[in-house]
């Protein structure tokens, strides 16, 4: 499915305007929307390409800047040790709240966009994956895909390293596709022992993978990229957000007869 050109979109929060990147294709009609969270990178190379498969395959995907209140806007950050570290240290000067209402206003731009049919997943990697694991605690995620979340089981997220993601989780109420790799030295195996016995407990709908990859096996940059495992991933997730969120109503192109869909 081919796709618009990227818009871009700066959506209103209480600590400023907040950059977002919006893929969807150029095919008329309405699509699910997904919230794609990036890498304390932001917005590379890497996750606009991720947004663009995605969106290939009949999503509205918005991908916002996560630390906005600190960077100019378009700011992405190297994947090299400076931009690491700059986004480390962010990824715990931002207010826990800021991030929880980063995700509301995202979420509530793709259910009121006249291309988005307002059935809504989230997907995130890295932090992206401890982000899209909060906002899949909004009510109206049906669906989310974490990969390799960080700090989930040391409540390390935000100002003063002491979320409660962990606590939070019987909020959540759509599905749940945890993907994580078994050498990534970040979510030890003790760390998803928790995470999983955590999500036992409270009941929620989830599936668990995991892989024989390193941190960061998804990103399509670096030597610890597996192109196999990625594949395998995002067959994985775009299975639960076809089975959650529904193909849309993509319109036949001019010619067609009223009211046809071609699914």
């Not at 966009?113 to 997943?121: I, K, N, S």
Request: proline fraction near 6%; charge should be negative.
């Amino acid at each position: 499915m081919t796709l618009r050109e990227t818009e871009t979109v700066d959506l209103p929060t209480p600590t400023g305007p907040m950059r977002t990147y919006i893929f969807r294709p150029a095919a008329p009609g309405r699509y699910p929307g997904i919230l794609l969270y990036s890498e304390i990178f932001q917005v590379t190379g890497p996750i606009r390409r991720t947004a663009a498969l995605l969106a290939g395959h009949g999503f509205v995907v918005a991908v916002p800047e996560i630390y906005h209140e600190f960077e100019p806007a378009g700011t992405v950050l190297a994947y090299d040790q400076a931009g690491a570290d700059r986004g480390n240290a962010l990824k715990t000067t931002k207010e826990l709240a800021s991030y929880d209402a980063d995700a509301r206003a995202v979420l509530a731009f793709l259910k009121g966009a006249p291309y988005c049919t307002g059935r809504l997943g989230t997907l995130g990697i890295c932090i992206g994956g401890h982000l899209a694991f909060r906002a899949a605690m909004n009510p109206e995620v049906l669906a989310a895909t974490c990969f390799y979340a960080t700090d989930i089981h040391k409540r390390g997220l935000g100002r003063g390293m002491n979320d409660n993601s962990l606590d939070r989780i019987p909020e959540i109420q759509g599905e749940l596709l945890m993907i994580w790799g078994r050498q990534d030295p970040h979510v030890p195996l003790e760390g998803r022992l928790k995470v999983h016995a955590a999500l036992d407990a409270a009941g929620t709908r989830f599936t668990w993978h995991e892989f024989n990859g390193a941190h960061a096996f998804l990103r399509d940059e670096g030597h610890r990229y597996d192109p196999e495992l990625a594949l395998q991933s995002y067959g994985l997730a775009l299975a639960l957000f076809r089975r959650k969120l529904g193909e849309g109503d993509l319109l036949e192109s001019a010619g067609a007869g009223a009211g046809e869909t071609r699914h």
